[in-house]
């Protein structure tokens, strides 16, 4: 099973509004990711969950705020932000460094539509 | 940083081969990955290559890696009206952190 799933699919928030994107996995990875797409572009990397604890953070605004609860489960909340903010928002999830190997496959989910009215 | 480039758009007709081409500046790849995404989708994991190989094939899909170049091409084959779609090449150039190139939109001409 190579699964990773986001709720919610399509997401219509104000500028003032708070939400959370969650993603979950169930595979055993210990690395997990937050993504953001623009259309006709490439993912953009935001963060970085290794172990549980955040390990990048790709200076992204503060009123992006990520949560790793626990091993299989990544938080994304989200306060005021702006309509330049609309976007994919992409999860991932990969095996974590370990043994000398910086780096694994990583495994998407399908991501959750945001737009900031 | 690291550069990874990709032509915009291909166009093939059914039943031929596409090849999609990604070229590189970083030489410190580990793994290279070939990602599809179709409209609306997330990112489909197609198949990698690790750095000291210079080929993969996985049924429709061969993957070819010169290094001295630092290119990387997919090639599918029979190409079905299901394959539509952007396909991503990304690497891991020394660390954990992926990088992608800019995409190629993949249409099927019936």
């Known amino acids: 099973d190579t699964e990773v799933t986001q709720t919610p699919k399509h997401l219509v928030m104000g500028m003032t509004n708070k939400k959370s994107l969650k993603c979950e996995q169930h595979?055993?990875?210990?690395?997990m990711y937050w993504y953001k797409q623009k259309a006709k572009k490439p993912p953009e990397l935001m963060f970085v969950?290794?172990?549980?604890?955040?390990?990048i953070n790709e200076s992204v605004p503060s009123r992006f705020s990520p949560e790793c609860p626990n091993s299989s489960l990544l938080n994304l909340h989200l306060h005021a932000l702006q309509p330049e903010d609309s976007a994919l928002y992409l999860c991932?999830?990969?095996?974590?460094?370990?043994?000398?190997?910086?780096?694994?496959?990583?495994?998407f989910g399908p991501g959750t539509r945001l737009t900031v009215t | 940083g690291e550069d990874v480039e990709q032509s915009l758009f291909l166009s093939v007709r059914e039943g031929d081969s596409s090849v999609i081409n990604c070229t590189y500046t970083?030489?410190?790849?580990?793994?290279l990955y070939w990602y599809k995404q179709e409209p609306g989708a997330g990112l489909q994991l197609l198949t990698y290559i690790f750095s000291n190989m210079d080929m993969k094939q996985d049924q429709r899909l061969t993957v070819l890696l010169n290094k001295k170049d630092k290119h990387l091409s997919l090639r599918i084959a029979d190409t079905q009206t299901g394959d539509s779609a952007i396909y991503f090449c990304?690497?891991?150039?020394?660390?954990?952190?992926?990088?992608f190139g800019t995409g190629t939109r993949l249409t099927i001409i019936p």
């Open positions: 990304a690497g891991n150039f020394g660390n954990e952190k992926l990088t």
């Open positions: 970083d030489s410190s790849s580990t793994y």
């Open positions: 991932a999830s990969s095996q974590a460094p370990q043994g000398g190997q910086v780096s694994y496959e990583q495994y």
């Open positions: 595979m055993g990875h210990r690395a």
């Open positions: 969950y290794s172990y549980e604890k955040l390990s």
